[in-house]
T-cell receptor, first 108, second 113 residues
C-alpha cells in the first residue's frame, strides 16, 4: 500500500540554525499537506501544495513539492524555540496517509 | 468557539472496561475522522465518515465502533479495552471527503491500567 516516509525522525538544532525535513511517497501524489504538532497539542494544518515543483513560503518556512510529485520538503530558516514540535506531511489516498513525522527540538 | 471539540480530554480506565469518546464540529464540514496516535507519534486513520456514512474503516478491531448521529458528531465507542489501546485519539474534520483533514480536536489521552 501507499507509504509516506519522513526523514529525519528526530532533529536537534541550536536556535538560529536552519532545519529541513523531507517527505517521500511511494506513489505519485496529486497534492501534499504539511502539519505541525506542538508537544501535547494536536496537528495544525500549515499548507497544501498541488503543482509539480511548487514552492510556497510562510515567513521563515519554505515548502517545496518535487517535480515528480513524489516528494516534498519543509525548510525552516533561523529556527526559534517556538518552532519546536513534530512536523508531518500527508498525502491523499483513500485515507490521507500521514508521514512518520520529524520531531524538532530547538536548543536555546 | 472551538471548531472541533472532543471529550473527555483524559481517560484513565482498567483493562476490560468499555468507554466512549465524543466529538463535535461546528464548522459545517461534511467529513469527520478518527485518528490514533501512538507513543511513537505515528498518526493512523481509523475511521472516516461523510455525511453520517462510513467511508473508511481501516484494519481496526471490532471492539471499536464509531457512530455518527448527524454530520456534526462522530463518537467512538470502545469495548473490552486492552493495554494496546493506550494512545491519543484525535477527531478531525474536513469540508469534503476529497479534502485533507483541516481541523483537529485537542485529543483524548487514553490510558489503560
Amino acid at each position: 500500500g501507499q507509504q509516506v516516509m519522513q526523514i529525519p525522525q528526530y532533529q536537534h538544532v541550536q536556535e538560529g540554525e536552519d532545519f529541513t525535513t523531507y517527505c517521500n511517497s511511494s506513489t505519485t501524489l496529486s497534492n501534499i499537506q504539511w502539519y505541525k504538532q506542538r508537544p501535547g497539542g494536536h496537528p495544525v494544518f500549515l499548507i497544501q501544495l498541488v503543482k509539480s515543483g511548487e514552492v510556497k513560503k510562510q515567513k521563515r518556512l519554505t515548502f517545496q513539492f518535487g517535480e515528480a510529485k513524489k516528494n516534498s520538503s519543509l525548510h525552516i530558516t533561523a529556527t526559534q524555540t517556538t518552532d519546536v514540535g513534530t512536523y508531518f506531511c500527508a498525502g491523499p489516498g483513500l485515507q490521507y496517509i500521514f508521514g512518520t513525522g520529524t520531531r524538532l527540538k530547538v536548543l536555546a | 468557539d472551538t471548531a472541533v471539540s472532543q471529550t473527555p480530554k483524559y481517560l484513565v480506565t482498567q483493562m476490560g472496561n468499555d468507554k466512549s469518546i465524543k466529538c463535535e464540529q461546528n464548522l459545517g464540514h461534511d467529513t469527520m475522522y478518527w485518528y490514533k496516535q501512538d507513543s511513537k507519534k505515528f498518526l493512523k486513520i481509523m475511521f472516516s465518515y461523510n455525511n453520517k456514512e462510513l467511508i473508511i474503516n481501516e484494519t481496526v478491531p471490532n471492539r471499536f465502533s464509531p457512530k455518527s448521529p448527524d454530520k456534526a458528531h462522530l463518537n467512538l465507542h470502545i469495548n473490552s479495552l486492552e493495554l494496546g489501546d493506550s494512545a491519543v485519539y484525535f477527531c478531525a474534520s474536513s469540508q469534503r471527503m476529497d479534502v485533507q483533514p483541516q481541523h483537529f480536536g485537542d485529543g483524548t489521552r487514553l490510558s489503560i491500567l
